[in-house]
């Protein structure tokens, strides 16, 4: 709430929307191949295992959503990096006015030339700055997310019965992906600390030495255990209404499209 208020102060309301442009950009093409992916990946890893491997079933989740986080990282890993850096943008006392996601990711590239042997480098790689973090962070919050989502899923469509109708998924889907956010958004925010710090690092030098593991360390250390778990509140606020939002909008559009297409 400190933070919210200095922010509103000092730099005005519409400051709390800042990279709004760069979070939409991101969220069609992440969601776009994670769920589509994921639902693939666990209908082929639960075929298989009934056939052949009936122990792996349990660990469906946890496998598929692993993997499709991890595509959907890896390819709009730039956006994330704009993103990031956007929201984190402080103006000068100039008033210069804040860039937009495509100059960010133009000045992100042009730090090769503050780099000393610029030709052992490409500059786009830095495109991909903080995904090692990014991975680090979002397959276990994807893996944990799942394994709670699944089961709490069947547990709330299991006690209305057999009425699998609009209504019924679209709660039970949102109650189990806001119970299932809050929790892995939890657990990983020590991940989230590092992915955040590693990409709006603006030393180049820093930038190309920098790990997850170095820099939990070094948050731990100067820190210690409130460090790891700054912003854990909001984070949790956050990933509990997103999560239950896009799992359920997707159930429900899935639902719904697959009910036409029986009636045709």
């Not at 991890?70 to 850096?85: F, G, H, K, Y």
């Not at 962070?137 to 699998?164: K, M, N, Y």
């Not at 949790?236 to 896009?246: C, E, F, L």
Request: glycine residues 10%.
């Amino acid at each position: 709430m400190d933070v919210f208020y200095k922010i509103t102060r000092q730099e005005g309301i519409f400051r709390l929307w800042r990279g709004t442009g760069a979070s939409l950009a991101l969220a069609v093409p992440t969601v776009g191949i994670y769920l589509p992916c994921y639902d693939v990946l666990r209908n082929w890893i639960e075929e298989y295992s009934d056939q052949s491997f009936p122990k792996l079933r349990p660990y469906a989740p946890l496998i598929a959503g692993s993997i499709a986080r991890s595509l959907a990282c890896i390819t709009c890993s730039p956006i994330e990096l704009a993103r990031t850096r956007m929201q984190a943008f402080k103006g000068s006392s100039g008033g210069a006015k804040p860039p937009g996601m495509w100059k960010t990711l133009l000045g992100v590239t042009s730090l090769r030339q503050s780099i000393s042997h610029p030709e052992n480098f490409r500059g786009y790689h830095l495109l991909w700055t903080g995904m090692g973090a990014q991975l680090a962070r979002d397959v276990p919050f994807s893996a944990i997310c799942w394994t709670v989502l699944e089961p709490t899923r069947r547990h709330l469509i299991g006690l209305v019965g057999e009425q699998s109708n609009t209504a019924v998924i679209l709660g039970a889907n949102f109650s189990a992906g806001f119970i299932a956010g809050v929790i892995s958004s939890g657990a990983t925010c020590p991940l989230d600390v590092a992915k955040t710090r590693r990409q709006i690092e603006k030393d180049p030098a820093r930038v190309l030495n920098m790990n997850t593991r170095r820099i939990l360390l070094e948050v731990w250390r100067k820190e210690g255990i409130n460090g790891l778990f700054r912003g854990a509140g909001p984070r949790m606020a956050r990933a509990g209404p997103s999560v239950g939002i896009v799992v359920s909008s997707y159930e429900v559009v899935k639902h719904i499209m697959h009910r036409k297409h029986t009636e045709l």
